[in-house]
């Protein structure tokens, strides 16, 4: 089992910056392929980024491109998600993930995942 614990959520004003946080235990989390998902109600859960168990790949949804960036520290179990030049349409509850990685694979989808955190909400005002 993996526990996966979201933070930094909040109210930002448009154009703005949040870093969410993401805290893992129970596993060895270097094991790991971790991404970012979004959701609000009614709505399928949107990818948004995922990093490989190194570090050394990263992926991302088109509409976040360029303006967030995915970063983990394997010393402290912990996974990031920067995220700049906010927009409205960014509002929703953003959630953590995790994957056993397989060789060079990467996970976008969320049933690729088998570990989920509770969410953190992210509210762009503009």
């Known amino acids: 089992q993996v526990q996966l614990v979201e933070s930094g959520g909040g109210l930002v004003q448009a154009g703005g910056s949040l870093r969410l946080s993401c805290a893992a235990s129970?596993?060895?989390?270097?094991?790991?392929?971790m991404g970012w998902f979004r959701q609000v109600p009614e709505k399928e859960r949107e990818f948004v980024a995922s990093i490989s168990w190194s570090g050394s790949s990263t992926y991302f949804a088109d509409s976040v491109k360029g303006r967030f960036i995915i970063s983990r520290d394997n010393t402290k179990n912990m996974v990031y998600l920067q995220m700049n030049s906010l927009k409205a349409e960014d509002t929703d509850v953003y959630y953590c993930?995790?994957?056993?990685?397989?060789?060079?694979?990467?996970?976008?989808?969320?049933?690729?995942?088998?570990?989920w955190g509770q969410g953190t909400q992210v509210t762009v005002s503009s």
């Open positions: 129970g596993r060895p989390f270097t094991a790991y392929h």
């Open positions: 993930a995790a994957v056993w990685q397989i060789g060079s694979n990467y996970y976008t989808r969320p049933g690729d995942y088998e570990y």
